[in-house]
C-alpha cells in the first residue's frame, strides 16, 4: 500500500475508535423521517489558501470525512475532517511532469486517482489497456472494486472492472464490459449522472425505459424494460448502493416520480411546474429525493417519496456559480456540495 500511496502522494490514515466516534457522531442516514434535521455541519473554504483552488470538484470517502480536490494547475489537494481542519497538503510530486487529472474515486478508504502523464492514461501508478480513453470512474459493487468508463478506438463505450489489492496496491482487471446494444430506429438518450454499474437508457418517443445492471442483466438474462405512463425520462437518480429506485423528471419537468426496479411500479411523488433540478438525488432507502439549485436557487429542496410532502431546508454555501458537484455520501449520511468558493457538508444534526 506504501507504493499506492507514495504514487499520488496521498495518506488517509483512519483509526478503527475514530470511525467508532465519527459514526456516532453523525448519526443517520438521510431519510424521510429526518429530512427536517438536515442541514450544514461542516464546510470547507477555498478563501485564503494559498493553492489554486476554484473548482469545486471532489471525490470523497464513504463517511464523508475524507476528500480529494482537483486546483486549477493539476495539483491534487487532499483534506481530513478528522485531523485539523486547517491542514492543506499541496499532493503534486515534487519533479513529476505536468499531468492531467481526470476523476478520482475511494475504494477501500483509499484514493483512486486517474490522470493523463506523457500520453498515457495512468490508475495510479497502473497504466490503462491500450486503446481505451478513459471518461469517469465509479465505485464498485463491493469495497475492494471500481469501473472505469472508456471510449475505445471505434467510438465505443466500455466499462473496466478492477479490484484492487489494498496490501500491494496493485489492480486486477477483472472484466470488460461493453455498452449494453440497443439496437432501433427510436431516437434514445443514456440518463446522465447515474453511476455505473447501472446503466438506463431512455426512449423518447415510446416513453420506454432499458434499465442494465451489472452483472445480472449483462448476461442472459437482459435487460429491464418498463413504460413510463407519464414520460419519457430525461433526468434521474439512482439509489446507492442498492439500486433499487429511479427517481426522474419528464422533459417538461411537471413532477417528479419514483420507479420501483424491481417490480415497475412507478408512481408521481411531487409536482415540479416546469422547475429544473441542477442535482437530483435519492436516499439511499430511496424515501427521500433532494434537489440542489432547482430554478437556479442557491438552496436544497426535499420530498418525502411517499407523502410528497415538501422541504425546503434551506440556502448552501455562497458560491460564484452553480456548484460544480453534488453528491450523497455512500454511507447515505451526507450530503455534499462543492463550488468555486469551497465545499459543503450537510448532515442530519440532533
Known sequence: MKHLCAVVCLVVTLLLATAANIAQEYGEAISAENLHRLRPYDRIDFAGFDGKLRIGWFAANDDATEFVLFGQSDEIYSISLLDDRQRWLNQQEQGDQPFALIDGVYVQ??????RQLDGQYLIN?????NGNVPIALFQGL??????????????????????????????GLQDVIPFPDRASDIPAMRIGRINFPVV??????????YIDIYPDSFGEFGAK?????????????????????????????????????????DRIVAALDGGYPQYLLLSNDASAILAVNLDFQPAVVAWNAESGERSDLGAYRECGRIPDN????????????????GLDIWRVIE
Open 326 to 341: 453534488v453528491e450523497l455520501s455512500r454511507d447515505g449520511r451526507a450530503l455534499i456540495i462543492g463550488c468555486d468558493t
Open 142 to 171: 463491493s469495497e475492494d472494486d471500481f469501473f472505469v468508463e472508456t471510449i475505445d478506438d471505434d467510438g465505443q463505450t466500455r466499462f473496466l472492472h478492477y479490484v484492487l489489492n489494498r496490501e500491494t496496491g496493485d489492480l
Open 109 to 114: 478508504g483509499e484514493p483512486i486517482i486517474l
Open 225 to 265: 424494460e418498463f413504460q413510463l405512463v407519464n414520460g419519457p425520462a430525461v433526468l434521474g437518480a439512482v439509489n446507492a448502493p442498492a439500486a433499487s429506485h429511479l427517481a426522474w423528471t419528464n422533459p417538461l419537468r411537471e413532477h417528479i416520480s419514483l420507479l420501483d426496479l424491481e417490480t415497475g411500479e
Open 125 to 129: 501508478a497502473n497504466k490503462l489497456q
Open 200 to 209: 438506463i437508457v431512455s426512449a423518447l418517443a415510446e416513453s420506454m425505459l
